[in-house]
């Protein structure tokens, strides 16, 4: 069974027409938001995909914004505290959450007991990108292909580990994905987050790993990482010399995660917009669209209502997928 794990590439960018058609208290908005530094708490570590685009993009919202935008890393949990700390901020617009898929929907299906219920306790405000993802391993493994890397595991099963951002994190998520439809029995390494997983790696302290590639993009440029197979229907403009998994042997095999930014519940809809208008403005940027790019980011944008549209389909999905492959967080 074809197991598929992307956003739906039919998902529309915003215009900027419909961002900025707001009300008489949105023009007021407009007027007197923001009148003092923003926040964006990213609750993975620094360098992360996440991390990264959310420098880029919100560096050029600034601008628009007449204001400064300060990122804060508050990793720990898989994310979740650092999501309480945006679910517990002051609707006033002044705090915003930059959040991957796996922090909105895998983790709310892996534990029942959180501290925040991302559709009851968060704004959406725009999807931003979505994380183009590979296969990776150490510079100077034995493997140079897919089928290396499953011919070993079906050799040895349970004998080769691959590391990832956590229990329940895309990573830990996308391999198991792999193994499931390979076949394959293999080890979890988890550690406290994506781009400690992947210094791991680089150092030889697992064996693969299923990465984002702008988690990862440095160190496969710096010789440190070998990029087998990208996880993408197509194959990268990037990597045109780098098959995508699909065609390695596993037909059907896709798999992605996207960032989006989420404002805590009661945020008023005027602030919203008038962030996702800035927002989906940089995305427009040329600058900013080839920053992201070539770290393996695709530029989408999205209205609030869309990107909510999406979270709830993408919560349905990863319920029957965790499901199939019997993923837990322990």
Same mark, same amino acid.
């Given at each position: 069974?074809?197991?598929?794990?992307?956003?739906?590439?039919?998902?529309?960018?915003?215009?900027?027409?419909?961002?900025?058609?707001?009300?008489?208290?949105?023009?007021?908005?407009?007027?007197?938001?923001?009148?003092?530094?923003?926040?964006?708490?990213?609750?993975?570590?620094?360098?992360?995909?996440?991390?990264?685009?959310?420098? =880029?993009?919100?560096?050029?919202?600034?601008?628009g914004l007449a204001?400064?935008?300060?990122?804060?890393?508050?990793?720990?949990?898989?994310?979740?505290?650092?999501?309480?700390?945006?679910?517990?901020?002051?609707?006033?617009?002044?705090?915003?959450?930059?959040?991957?898929?796996?922090?909105?929907?895998?983790?709310?299906?892996?534990?029942?007991?959180?501290?925040?219920? =991302?559709?009851?306790?968060?704004?959406?405000?725009?999807?931003?990108?979505?994380?183009?993802?590979?296969?990776?391993?150490?510079?100077?493994?034995?493997?140079?292909?897919?089928?290396?890397? =499953?011919?070993?595991?079906?050799?040895?099963?349970?004998k080769i580990n691959?590391?990832?951002?956590?229990?329940?994190?895309?990573?830990?998520?996308?391999?198991?994905?792999?193994?499931?439809?390979?076949?394959?029995?293999?080890?979890?390494?988890?550690?406290?987050?994506?781009?400690?997983?992947?210094?791991?790696?680089?150092?030889?302290?697992?064996?693969?790993?299923?990465?984002? =590639?702008?988690?990862?993009?440095?160190?496969?440029?710096?010789?440190?990482?070998?990029?087998?197979?990208?996880?993408?229907?197509?194959?990268?403009? @990037?990597?045109?010399?780098?098959?995508?998994?699909?065609?390695?042997?596993?037909?059907?095999?896709?798999?992605?995660?996207?960032?989006?930014?989420?404002?805590?519940?009661?945020?008023?809809?005027?602030?919203? @917009?008038?962030?996702?208008?800035?927002?989906?403005?940089?995305?427009?940027?040329?600058?900013?669209?080839?920053?992201?790019?070539?770290?393996?980011?695709?530029?989408?944008?999205?209205?609030?209502?869309?990107?909510?549209?999406?979270?709830?389909?993408?919560?349905?999905?990863?319920?029957?997928?965790?499901?199939?492959?019997?993923?837990?967080?322990?």
């Amino acid at each position: 069974m074809q197991r598929r794990v992307f956003l739906q590439q039919g998902l529309a960018q915003a215009s900027a027409v419909s961002a900025m058609g707001l009300s008489a208290g949105g023009s007021w908005a407009q007027a007197g938001y923001p009148n003092k530094p923003i926040r964006m708490v990213v609750p993975l570590a620094a360098g992360s995909a996440v991390d990264n685009a959310a420098r =880029i993009v919100m560096q050029k919202a600034s601008v628009g914004l007449a204001t400064g935008i300060a990122i804060e890393n508050q990793a720990g949990a898989s994310g979740v505290i650092g999501t309480d700390r945006v679910a517990k901020s002051a609707p006033d617009g002044y705090t915003l959450g930059g959040f991957n898929d796996s922090i909105m929907t895998m983790l709310p299906n892996l534990n029942a007991k959180l501290p925040w219920d =991302i559709v009851r306790d968060f704004e959406p405000v725009s999807l931003v990108a979505t994380v183009e993802w590979g296969l990776v391993v150490p510079a100077d493994s034995a493997w140079h292909t897919v089928a290396d890397v =499953i011919a070993a595991a079906r050799k040895t099963p349970g004998k080769i580990n691959y590391g990832s951002g956590g229990n329940g994190s895309p990573q830990h998520m996308a391999m198991a994905l792999f193994a499931s439809q390979a076949g394959l029995q293999l080890t979890h390494v988890p550690y406290k987050g994506a781009t400690q997983a992947a210094v791991g790696l680089a150092g030889r302290e697992v064996d693969a790993e299923f990465q984002g =590639i702008a988690t990862v993009n440095a160190l496969v440029k710096a010789g440190k990482l070998r990029l087998l197979a990208v996880s993408t229907p197509k194959r990268l403009s @990037q990597f045109p010399e780098v098959p995508t998994v699909a065609e390695s042997g596993l037909p059907g095999f896709e798999f992605n995660s996207w960032f989006a930014i989420m404002a805590p519940a009661g945020t008023p809809k005027a602030i919203v @917009q008038r962030v996702q208008s800035e927002v989906v403005k940089a995305l427009g940027d040329a600058g900013v669209r080839e920053q992201l790019m070539a770290q393996g980011l695709t530029p989408r944008g999205s209205s609030p209502e869309e990107l909510a549209t999406a979270l709830r389909a993408q919560l349905a999905r990863y319920e029957a997928l965790i499901r199939q492959a019997g993923i837990t967080a322990d």
